[in-house]
């Protein structure tokens, strides 16, 4: 009996583990995110749409941005983009994702 009081506390024990890694990791994506953020709308015309790169200084963080069409924003004279943090190795979902909306590009003329 208290060996199978031992294997249910152990196995408790690595969920909860488990789970405080991960929000450790999410916590730490949210942080990145936030000085992504920060940076790019200190330069709104320069914020990377469409793109992708390693965040500075954390090569094991990936960052990723698209555009989202979304008529609404267009009508604000915006783009709604959205801007993805992840760690290599995290599971699908684990990063941080966000949405936002921005001053639209001005199309360079010739």
């Known amino acids: 009996m ?3 009081l031992l294997a249910s506390v152990l196995i408790a024990h690595a969920k909860i583990a488990v789970q405080a ?13 936030d000085e992504l953020l920060r940076k790019w709308y200190a330069k ?11 965040v500075e200084g954390k090569p094991l963080w990936r960052w990723q ?3 989202i069409e979304n008529s609404d ?7 709604l983009f959205a ?3 992840f760690a290599d190795g995290m ?3 684990r990063g941080v994702h966000v ?5 639209k590009r001005q199309d360079k003329q010739p």
């Open 65 to 67: 941005t698209r555009t």
């Open 21 to 33: 890694r991960q929000s450790r990791q999410r916590m730490e994506a949210c942080g990145i995110a």
């Open 99 to 103: 949405e936002l909306l921005a001053p």
């Open 44 to 54: 709104p015309a320069q914020l990377p749409r469409d793109s992708s790169g390693t």
């Open 73 to 79: 924003a267009a009508k604000l004279g915006g783009e």
């Open 91 to 93: 599971d699908q979902g």
């Open 2 to 4: 208290l060996g199978t």
């Open 83 to 85: 801007l993805d943090v």
